[in-house]
């Protein structure tokens, strides 16, 4: 069982930068693949990244790629999500989830956290 809960969401203007953090509960975050997804109002959750438990693989949705980094640190039990150049249409519930692959494939993941709010104003 993992516990996994999200943070540093918030409203910022376009252009601006902000990282989340999502902090596993329990010894076994390492044994698990991390992916960011998030859902705006009105639409279906989409998978942004995924990382492999030793963080040598990632994998990013071409709507965010080469603007956010997914990045881990096995020894904090936390993932997280830089998101640089953000745009008002990256205004949506950021989650993350746990699974045992890495991959853009929601299905796959069995844990999940609560989501954070990210806002951006144009």
């Known amino acids: 069982q993992v516990q996994l809960v999200e943070s540093g969401g918030g409203l910022v203007q376009a252009g601006d930068s902000l990282r989340l953090s999502c902090a596993a509960s329990?010894?076994?975050?390492?044994?698990?693949?991390m992916g960011w997804f998030r859902q705006a109002p009105g639409k279906e959750r989409e998978s942004l990244a995924a990382?492999?438990?030793?963080?040598?693989?990632?994998y990013y949705a071409d709507s965010v790629k080469g603007r956010f980094t997914i990045s881990r640190d096995n020894a904090k039990n936390t993932v997280y999500l830089q998101m640089n150049s953000l745009k008002p249409e990256d205004t949506a519930v950021y989650y993350c989830?746990?699974?045992?692959?890495?991959?853009?494939?929601?299905?796959?993941?069995?844990?999940w956290g609560q989501g954070t709010q990210v806002t951006v104003s144009s």
């Open positions: 989830a746990a699974g045992p692959y890495t991959t853009a494939s929601q299905e796959r993941y069995n844990y």
């Open positions: 329990g010894r076994t975050f390492s044994s698990y693949s």
């Open positions: 990382i492999s438990r030793s963080g040598v693989s990632t």
